[in-house]
């Protein structure tokens, strides 16, 4: 499996929640293969390669 990648590490950035929100939107437009979402243990925003029903099925 892929490690997810890190966006933005919201403990160092110096970005307001506007900004943080519109990057999230950026970055979601810019990587449709990709779920963008705020990782509450990691406080950043994170990317993980979307997982199609198939790929679910098949790792059971």
């Keep these: ?16 929640l506007s900004q943080v929100m519109l990057e999230i939107a950026r970055l979601q437009a810019e ?3 990709l779920e963008v979402f705020m990782d509450g243990d990691r406080y950043a925003i994170v990317g993980r390669r979307r997982r199609s029903r198939w790929d679910a099925d098949a790792s059971r």
């Design 31 to 33: 990587n449709p293969d």
């Design 1 to 16: 499996m892929e490690p997810d990648r890190v966006f933005i590490d919201i403990k160092t950035c110096d970005m307001t």
